[in-house]
């Protein structure tokens, strides 16, 4: 987070943004909650993203969660909700030490595999993040891909005020937002 502007970084919005676009092209849909807010440009408050975000866990076949140093507690906090709704988790995390005991745990309650943060963040670095997350949640069992959240598709949860949307290669609402694509 870019504490000056109150976006992310550019150089983490290009990095989450690329593999937001590799899970999508494998045919996947995805759920990004910074992608969904434009970045920071368009926050939601606490008590709209909070039942939007873990309703997106709930439909979630599987999660890939960058740790991120220092930790996120946006980050902690949807591990949580994943561990406990039993998803499968892939643990993207950062060289240098310095996260909770309680994440290393994680694959005491679910499905967890660990890699370490690429340091470029290459094509081939994304493509291997998609593929490691994707075969996990197909191990499990977990993957239903387009007949799970069917490509386009909007959920909408009646316990929520708003539309809970994943975006596919056929539909991203998202993409019609300037503020999501700066930088990109």
């Known amino acids: 987070m870019n504490r000056r502007t109150g976006l992310v970084d550019i150089v983490w919005q290009r990095r989450l943004e690329s593999l937001r676009r590799a899970f999508i092209e ?15 440009a368009e926050w939601r ?42 998803k499968p988790i ?25 890699v370490q943060e690429p340091t470029i963040w290459s094509r081939s670095d994304i493509d291997d993040l998609v593929r490691r997350a994707m075969g996990l949640a197909t191990a499990v069992g977990h993957f239903q891909g387009s007949a799970h959240t069917p490509p386009g598709s909007r959920r909408q949860d009646q316990t929520l005020t708003g539309e809970l949307e994943f975006c596919s290669a056929e539909e991203c609402r998202h993409e019609a937002s300037p503020a999501a694509t700066t930088g990109a």
């Open 26 to 40: 494998s045919g996947a849909t995805v759920f990004n909650a910074h992608h969904s807010e434009a970045w920071g």
């Open 45 to 86: 408050a606490a008590s709209v993203c909070t039942p939007i975000d873990f309703s997106a866990m709930a439909h979630s076949d599987v999660v890939c969660a960058i740790v991120g140093s220092p930790q996120s507690g946006g980050v902690a906090v949807e591990l949580g909700w994943a561990s406990a709704l039993r």
């Open 90 to 114: 892939l643990l993207v995390l950062p060289s240098a030490s310095g996260h909770s005991q309680l994440i290393d745990g994680l694959g005491s309650i679910t499905s967890v595999s660990s």
